[in-house]
């Protein structure tokens, strides 16, 4: 256990298929670093010695049968293995239901096979839905009949920074409507939540809600035509009436794309509610919803008072700076902020904030940088 407990991270696994022959697959397993360019930096990630004895659970398939479970015990930086029944049109897929605490990878060969099967028929076998693809857009070919809520999560993880890369180019819309074409089955199945005639929500189990929430999320963000209309009609009853029914789940959901369509009275509405509400988590949510807004104008005056501390705190000001940055709308207007205003936020920020630009400086102002969609 000690290759667990004491050395730092997790492995990636890379299954690779014999070119040359038949039943033979060769493992590799190596330290798993998101950042390449961290490796570089931090002497303690230049460790190449890193090594696990990975227990990678196993099964291989086509399209008419799958195998029974099987476990390879990986011990060594690359191996070479036989596979009964695996030849050029099988699958393999390992770490069967993410039981093993590593990430698995395949050659493309592999992938297509997967996505394949997928499309055909992603209920032959229940770990195909925990897999997580270098090739997001091909693999969500499939998940329109998708009912677990971890794939459609996976997706949504994958998608939300490739549409923050895509949203500046020409045919941004070709990628939006595919998204839009993917989430509608599901969105039209699952509904909204609903509430009791005494106002109380109605449960569904945990699974269903988090699912239901996390299509909502896709439909109204890629711009789903009703998505957009149920949001605006929650935040005119809740301006008309004066009364909150939206459900809590969708909450942050629902405010965020209210913003982003209605007039600047909603902003005005959403930042009175701001000021006068006492809860920490509904004061966050609304402060994010006023990042949402289309005006540039409203986006700038936020910015600038997030420098007051009395209206808003030290520890939120830079979280404001993020969400307006991942707003397109406002992605140069923060990154104008933040560098017109560095030596104040600098100075002003809670110690919490100071800390963290002092002694971790370069990741501290990197992971601002990233959210503005800036290469450096």
Not at 117 to 131: D, M, T
């Amino acid at each position: 256990m000690d290759q667990w407990t004491l050395q730092m991270g997790y492995p990636v696994i890379t299954i690779l298929g014999n070119t040359t022959t038949e039943n033979r697959i060769i493992i590799t397993q190596q330290h798993f670093i998101y950042d390449i360019s961290a490796k570089t930096k931090a002497l303690e990630l230049q460790n190449n010695s890193y090594l696990w004895q990975i227990p990678l659970t196993i099964v291989v398939g086509n399209r008419s049968h799958v195998s029974s479970e099987a476990i390879i015990w990986v011990s060594n930086k690359s191996e070479h293995h036989r596979i009964t029944y695996f030849n050029k049109g099988s699958w393999l897929l390992g770490n069967i239901n993410q039981t093993g605490y590593f990430r698995v990878n395949y050659d493309l060969r592999n992938w297509r096979l997967l996505i394949d099967q997928l499309i055909r028929n992603h209920e032959v076998y229940s770990g195909f839905a925990h897999q997580r693809s270098n090739i997001p857009l091909e693999i969500m070919r499939y998940l329109s009949e998708e009912k677990d809520f971890l794939p459609w999560h996976a997706a949504s993880r994958a998608l939300y920074p490739l549409d923050k890369l895509l949203d500046r180019m020409e045919n941004y819309n070709v990628f939006n409507e595919y998204i839009l074409k993917q989430v509608a089955t599901t969105y039209i199945k699952l509904g909204w939540p609903k509430n009791n005639f005494n106002g109380s929500l109605v449960q569904a189990s945990y699974q269903h809600e988090e699912l239901r929430r996390e299509v909502i999320m896709l439909a109204c963000s890629f711009g789903n035509k009703h998505c957009h209309q149920q949001a605006s009609t929650l935040i005119s009853d809740w301006i008309s009436s004066n009364r909150n029914r939206i459900p809590l789940n969708v909450r942050d959901i629902v405010y965020c794309t209210g913003v982003s369509l209605l007039d600047e009275d909603v902003w005005e509405f959403i930042w009175m509610k701001f000021h006068s509400t006492t809860a920490i988590s509904e004061k966050k949510i609304l402060l994010e919803a006023l990042t949402c807004s289309d005006d540039r104008n409203l986006l700038n005056r936020l910015l600038n008072l997030s420098l007051n501390s009395e209206v808003v705190l030290d520890q939120d000001a830079i979280d404001v700076i993020i969400h307006v940055a991942r707003n397109p709308h406002g992605r140069d207007l923060a990154w104008k902020f933040f560098r017109d205003k560095w030596k104040i936020l600098n100075t002003s920020c809670s110690k919490i904030y100071s800390q963290d630009i002092l002694f971790h400086g370069e990741n501290f102002l990197t992971s601002i940088l990233e959210n503005i969609s800036l290469c450096i």
